[in-house]
């Protein structure tokens, strides 16, 4: 019984490890993405979506390359 | 115990295929993120790469930050509305859209009509007098200057330009912010074209743009 508990402690403490380190990492994501966005003319919650695992990052890179940006893009380059 | 061993494999080669996918989409979209605010495509591409060698994700991360921060072409491109004084802006080069400044025929004053938070309205007259105006949450001291009382708004929170019977409106980076129906105008976007636009957001208070 205790190394039951034992180990869902330690389950409990690698979960919230990974999940701390996520938070982490997104942070250092959403802080540039969210300066990117609001300079593109998109809302700068956008940039929550790096909160979402695996796919969060290109969702927020999808909206930003495949779409107009309110605030205007630069013109395309002569060839 | 073989057969085990060949599902691992397998799973690493799934998994290597959905990274290669996930990494050719990342280096497509960044080219394209970075050609919008007006970088060399290469460069978006070379960062995403980047995390294919030794370097791994450090160096693409710096780059994110160095990009967010950093001042774009973009922003140093033509504004839309030349400022008073300024020359016009130049000819568009072949093959691309000429910048809308042809002047407008109809040349009516411009209207700034909202309500405050505090349940007061404010209705603001744009005639055209001075080619400039500043939009300012304090009370009006010069003719130059239109009030929007409002504590969110700042002294002075935007200019106003009036040119060839358009309208185009400059934030000044005061922290309540300045939106053009419902898109963030930033001080290093410049001035931009209002005249087709239906509402300015000052700080909390919302203006409808008409002509009277």
Known sequence: MSFLVWLIGLGSLVVFGIIAVHLLVALVLIIPTWRICTRAGFSGALSLFHLVPLIGLFIVMAILAFSDWPAGEARPRRP | MGFDFAALLGLFGLSGVF??????????????????????????????????????????????????????????????????GQPPAPPARPGMLPPPTQALGDRRPWRLNGLLPTGGTVAIAVDGTVPAYLLTGAAAAQANELSVPDPSVGQPHARLLVAGGRLG????????????????LLPEHGPRDISAARTVRLGSVELALSRS
């Open chain 2, 19 to 84: 990274a290669l996918i996930g990494l050719v989409l990342a280096a497509w979209m960044a080219w394209r993120i970075v050609e919008k605010a007006g970088l060399p495509g290469w460069l978006g591409l070379g960062s995403i790469l980047l995390t294919l060698t030794a370097v791994g994700t450090i160096v693409p991360l710096i780059l994110l930050w160095i990009f967010a921060f950093m001042r774009w072409p973009r922003d140093d491109e033509t504004p839309v509305v030349a400022l008073p």
């Open chain 2, 169 to 184: 409106l400059e934030d000044l980076g005061t922290p309540g912010g300045t939106l053009i129906d419902g898109a963030r």
